[in-house]
């Protein structure tokens, strides 16, 4: 069972919170009080962005349409990167909670607090 570790943008922990492989972030955010901002829940919004982390080699995963096309909208990626299908599942960029299943490790995720 991973262990999520929710920090502010400043890295203080928010809160450590064991979910399984293949809940939705942002659910496991919302039942456990987690302060991840977050309005739609749809991924429309792009309310819900987060940054992942963890120490295990980076894996490819495929985003959606959807949610490239929201993080686009919201400036929050450039069209170079819209482009592309499949990313790294850590990285510098953003991905909105109510698209990330909650991979098999533990996890460090960035939830900016503006």
């Given amino acids: 069972m991973p262990t999520l570790h ?4 400043a890295g203080q922990l928010l ?11 942002l659910d496991v955010a919302r039942l456990s009080d987690v302060p991840l901002h977050w309005r739609c829940g ?3 919004c792009g309310t819900c962005k987060v940054s992942i982390r963890h120490a295990d080699p980076q894996q490819p995963v495929k985003l959606t349409r959807k949610e490239r096309n ?3 909208r919201a400036g929050l990626i450039d069209a170079a990167q819209a ?3 499949s990313w790294p599942d850590v990285s510098a ?10 991979g098999a490790q533990d996890w460090q995720v960035v939830c900016p607090q503006d």
Avoid: I, K, S
């Avoid at 929710?6 to 943008?9: E, S």
């Avoid at 809160?15 to 972030?25: E, I, K, N, S, T």
């Fill in 6 to 9: 929710f920090v502010d943008g």
């Fill in 83 to 85: 482009a592309q299908e």
């Fill in 70 to 72: 929201v993080l686009l």
């Fill in 93 to 102: 960029g953003w991905r909105l909670a109510c698209h990330v299943p909650v």
């Fill in 15 to 25: 809160a450590a919170v064991d979910a399984q492989p293949g809940d939705v972030l």
């Fill in 42 to 44: 749809q991924g429309t």
